[in-house]
């Protein structure tokens, strides 16, 4: 079995030791370093290479946004995971600038929260609740604001990870975002926010224009 290592950052002791004795019971899952402000997360970093990092929003000497933004930079393979005790729209969207795969409120239940790092860990974006209503308002202004549709770039350079890539399936197959989250046992706002995802990835306006770059038809219901 796999085991997905995590460095964790928090600069409150106690909440950092209940999140790592909740993470090392499951058998998928390690903490194998802690760090209590920024600067120790990036020098965990440097020597123990873990698969994911959660990092705290409000930390001392160095926050978890511009320690996120450093993470992005030299440990590309490093996932992000950022943990808040507010959802504030400016956090997630700088969060969502910086790199951050996902988002999580710090009175998220710990089903959500392991569930979200197991997501996270293969390669899909975790916005939970309000938050990915934030992030999809976020895209939909940002696309919104361009005139008219930009050249998509070269389709080989781009990635879609493998919920991406069921989302895009299901859609090209006529369903709805509702019935794709059906399927898939997603919520609605996952859905869309893996939607809106993949269109930012291809630089276009919408998510048919997406599939015709793919040369993918929609199938009508």
Do not use: C, W
């Amino acid at each position: 079995m796999e085991v997905i290592k995590i460095v964790l950052a928090d600069d409150h002791e106690i909440f950092r030791n209940g999140l790592k004795q909740l993470i090392d019971k499951e058998p998928d899952m390690q903490v194998i370093g802690e760090a209590s402000n920024g600067n120790e997360a990036l020098e965990l970093l440097d020597s123990l290479r873990p698969d994911l990092i959660i990092l705290d929003i409000n930390m001392p000497e160095m926050n978890g946004l511009e320690a996120a933004q450093k993470v992005k930079k030299n440990h590309e393979s490093t996932r992000i995971v950022i943990f808040s005790l507010y959802d504030n729209e400016d956090y997630v969207i700088k969060a969502l600038n910086v790199g951050a795969s996902g988002f999580l409120l710090k009175d998220t239940s710990n089903k959500i929260f392991l569930n979200a790092l197991r997501a996270v860990h293969l390669g899909e974006q975790y916005y939970i609740g309000e938050v990915s209503d934030v992030v999809i308002r976020h895209l939909k202004n940002t696309y919104s604001t361009n005139e008219g549709s930009q050249q998509a770039r070269n389709t080989a350079d781009i990635h879609l990870s493998k919920r991406e890539a069921e989302i895009i399936n299901l859609i090209a197959e006529g369903k709805n975002s509702k019935q794709a989250a059906d399927e898939l046992g997603l919520s609605v706002r996952t859905v869309d926010a893996h939607r809106y995802n993949v269109i930012k990835k291809y630089s276009v306006n919408s998510i048919e224009e997406v599939l015709q770059i793919l040369g993918r038809e929609t199938k009508k219901s």
